[in-house]
């Protein structure tokens, strides 16, 4: 029994060296952890932070797929009297590679904006508020979504209401119909969801403190619980998202946000944008890339992502593991963590030997035009699991993590293990025992879009 738990608490060590091998193996690859204040730059700015992304088939409906990103990390249910609006004059994307050529074929865009019923009172509700056209909503934001492919802009929604963060009970006493009201249809067997939302990843990050107190105690705390986030939802017809709008012949994505601020047309010419925050593959920022180049991994384009190879084949975080724990490292270069974190999983595209998500697989895509990049990437030809295994892909769930990244999946667990070998051959049993203690999120997730649950209403320190 003392071995196994000794077992457990190396796997929460391993988190780190996930997150260098958040690329590393079949299942962790993405990213096990968030992106939450992951740079020096965008941890001064938190609206613009991009903190997880999520993307899986609709389990209720299933010829859909749905995407979720979040921004704004670490937010404190009471932190009044401004609380948490999306940011203005700012692109929040989500942008879609469904060729494989490492540039965006299709961009959902969420632009938001901010009016004040009354400016002469601090508060954010000056009463019950019971619908989102309440007067007593002081503070309102409306988005406009846009679909953007290399033929142009479409507008999907123009004034779409978001729903806003929660003041308290007495203001809001029912703020499931507020959230519930905020879900707009976005077109045939699209919807579309902005508001805030509990934080659904689940993770122990205390990794940060000497690798968990530097002698391993710290293990098995939520770091999350409690805290809420800024959240945009899109569930879409996968035809909306395949190449040649044929999902069939080319089920496999790859999916990352950005955030951009947003300049002033001029001469008649689009606005600007000066990208200031990126995450594919969540953890990969802030456990693989130095701190030399954290604010440059945001800046850059997905097709510029070769600059970035020697710290995915030769990552950090094993080494510190082997040096502190003696927790052998594997070998390097890490080819199998290119293939998850830059490739995408298929037979040849490295070593790991399954064809699972690179959209190489694709039939229409043109292998010459192919570019490794940083993407979460999804096969949407694989279908909800009936029972969904936490470490999904590790776990034998091919529908999850790292295909895609579903709310439930236990994404720090699977990319420790990763990090450690699990998809190598004849890795060592004790790999599958690791983990951070913390296998599952606080509140149950809605079983409906847009899945996120609602935002925790205590404050922090009373949880």
Known sequence: MKIAVTRRRLTAL???????????????????????????????????????LYAFVSPDQPDTVTLVANWTPF??????????????????????DNDGDAKADIIYRWTFSTTYQNDGTFLYTTGPVTSLADKDLNIRQTYQLQRITPAGAKTILKAARVAPSFTGKASMPDYETLSNAAITSAGAGSKSFAGQADDPFFADLRVFDLL????????GQDTLKGYNVNTVALRVPKTQLALKGDATRNPNVGIWTTTSRLGASMNGKPAT??????????????????????????ATKANDDAK??????????????QAIYNIPAPATPRNDLVEVFLTGVCKACGPVKADLNSQKLNKDANAKKFAPSEQLRLN????????????GVVGGDLAGFPNGRRLTDDVLDVTLQAAEGILLPNPPAAVATLGDGVDANDHAFRSAFPYVSLPNMAAVNQN
């Open 14 to 52: 391993a988190a780190i060296g996930a997150s260098a091998a958040c690329v590393a193996s079949l299942s962790p690859m993405q990213g096990h952890a968030s992106s939450h204040r992951e740079a020096p730059l965008i941890a001064q700015t938190p609206s613009l932070d991009n903190t997880d």
């Open 75 to 96: 937010e404190e249910p009471n932190g009044g009297p401004n609380f948490y609006p999306f940011a203005e004059n700012t692109a929040h994307d989500i942008n879609i």
């Open 212 to 219: 968990y107190g530097g002698d391993l105690s710290e293990v």
């Open 273 to 298: 944008e000066r990208q200031v925050s990126r995450l594919g593959m969540p953890l990969v920022n802030e456990a693989v890339i130095p701190l030399r180049a954290k604010n440059e991994f945001n």
């Open 308 to 321: 970035f190879l020697n710290y995915v084949t030769k990552p950090e975080v094993p080494r510190l593991m």
């Open 380 to 391: 949407m030809s694989v279908a909800p699991a009936a029972t969904p295994n936490r470490l």
